[in-house]
């Protein structure tokens, strides 16, 4: 049902185009409510100083319009001339009218980013520069790496959402929002007697229980084993700590000379937890962390189906080591399910 105020201003534009123009034989329907001729998903930038008019141009260029100008009067008529920056989607039905709706709203698109669980900083950086609609108004390569916002294990992993132009800072701040939020709930909630004397080390330890397993029903079991080996002194020997440290050095492979190496996230070598975290953890892990399985197991070992198996003593330890090493060997095995 067209509004009968855009109605009447319909038939001033038209008569109006009808005698200047086509000498009356434009239609109402035609020129201002039937689909628009562009491809469905045409993107429509709208830049800063742009106008109902440069719109019109681009359109008539398109030749959607066979004149510029009929746009311009339609949104004087109508009172639609203030439109807003920004990226909008056309779709296959919409039309002049629902065109200028949009762009006076600011319904604009909006582009999204996923972050995966257990991604590290770097991955996460680059992932996001694939993103040319993000505005990279900072610099990660200067930004410390335990700094709260940007620095490592605080870009909550998830699917982010934003128009074109925004501002990495801004998301990056979203993110680590998301995550303090999380920290602070589970913080509120945390079992007792666990070695943690902030919130800042609950979030080291999710990002060592996310990188060790991605299944949900062995996080809490994993994180019992942490903490079983910190109150006992027991260094954490976990490789993606080795991994972490070895950086882009890191082949697919860890070697012994890899557990030699001097570095303080290098947990075969130093005790207690590394200095910041290792990766962005899901909830899951850091609720894992902050309520773990009360048990006494110390050790566990991938079994190459994508969970692990775990023992209480050194001697089972090793059993299982030596049996579930034979599994590498075949193509189907894997650390992580599917």
Do not use: C
Request: net charge positive; aromatic share 10%.
């Amino acid at each position: 049902m067209i509004n009968m105020g855009r109605f009447i201003a319909l038939v001033i534009l038209v008569i109006g185009f009808a005698v200047l123009v086509y000498g009356g034989r434009i239609h109402i329907e035609t020129l201002l409510f039937r689909p628009l001729n562009v491809n469905d998903g045409y993107l429509l930038v709208v830049k800063p100083g742009s106008s109902v008019s440069t719109i019109g141009n681009t359109l008539t260029k398109l030749e959607v319009l066979p004149d510029s100008r009929i746009l311009s009067v339609f949104a004087q008529i109508t009172g639609r001339t203030n439109i807003k920056i920004g990226t909008y989607k056309v779709d296959a039905d919409d039309s002049l009218d629902s065109l200028l709706d949009k762009l006076q709203t600011g319904e604009e698109i909006n582009h999204r980013v996923t972050l995966l669980e257990g991604w590290n900083r770097k991955q996460i950086a680059a992932e996001l520069k694939k993103s040319p609609e993000l505005n990279w108004d900072i610099n990660l390569s200067e930004v410390g790496i335990e700094n709260s916002v940007y620095g490592e294990g605080w870009f909550f992993p998830d699917t982010y959402f934003y128009p074109s132009g925004y501002s990495v800072k801004k998301l990056y701040q979203r993110a680590s929002n998301t995550t303090q939020r999380l920290l602070e709930k589970a913080w509120s909630s945390m079992a007792e007697d666990l070695p943690y004397t902030n919130q800042y080390e609950l979030l080291i330890m999710a990002s060592l229980i996310e990188k060790e397993t991605g299944a949900d029903e062995e996080r809490e079991r994993i994180a019992g084993v942490f903490i079983n080996r910190l109150h006992k002194r027991m260094r954490l020997q976990t490789d993606p700590t080795v991994i972490y440290a070895l950086g882009d050095n890191y082949n697919g492979n860890i070697r012994r000379k890899h557990l030699r190496l001097d570095s303080p996230y290098n947990t075969y070598r130093v005790h207690g937890l590394p200095p910041t975290p290792i990766a962005s953890p899901s909830a899951r892990s850091i609720e894992a962390a902050a309520n773990p399985e009360r048990h006494n197991l110390l050790y566990f070992v991938a079994k190459g189906d994508g969970r692990h198996y775990f023992s209480m003593t050194l001697e089972e330890h090793n059993k299982a080591v030596r049996r579930y090493q034979i599994m590498q060997r075949k193509k189907s095995y894997r650390s992580v399910p599917k």
